[in-house]
């Protein structure tokens, strides 16, 4: 019933500025934390960024300055503009969301490859 569908990933070269966005859609009564998580070849899931319903924002610490999350509870819509990109940063990038349906659910986007190399 609801989805989350992401767009924005690519090839960059390292320096470089991409930025993901991520729309719900279905049956929403409600959006609370939206967050970006990414998972590296070899490596676990890790939390980019988060932002509250209010707009209250937390980032990891390696992203941290490079990295903004946004969002537009009108659009049920989340963004992470990534600037001055490192290769390391090469993930596939998944947007979560704690969506009321009504009662909370844990909704997953698809993921977006993000590759930073030159």
């Known amino acids: 019933q609801v989805q989350l569908v992401e767009s924005g990933g690519g090839l960059v070269q390292p320096g470089g500025s991409l930025r993901l966005s991520c729309a719900a859609s279905?049956?929403?009564?409600?959006?609370?934390?939206m967050r970006w998580f990414r998972q590296a070849p070899g490596k676990q899931r890790e939390l980019v960024a988060a932002?509250?319903?209010?707009?209250?924002?937390n980032y990891a610490d390696p992203v941290k300055g490079r990295f903004t999350i946004s969002r537009d509870n009108a659009k049920n819509t989340v963004w992470l503009q990534m600037n001055s990109l490192k290769p390391e940063d090469s993930a596939v990038y998944f947007c979560?969301?704690?969506?009321?349906?009504?009662?909370?659910?844990?909704?997953w986007g698809q993921g977006t490859q993000v590759t930073v190399s030159s």
């Open positions: 979560h969301a704690e969506i009321l349906t009504p009662a909370f659910y844990n909704a």
């Open positions: 279905g049956r929403i009564f409600g959006i609370n934390a």
């Open positions: 932002i509250t319903s209010g707009g209250s924002t």
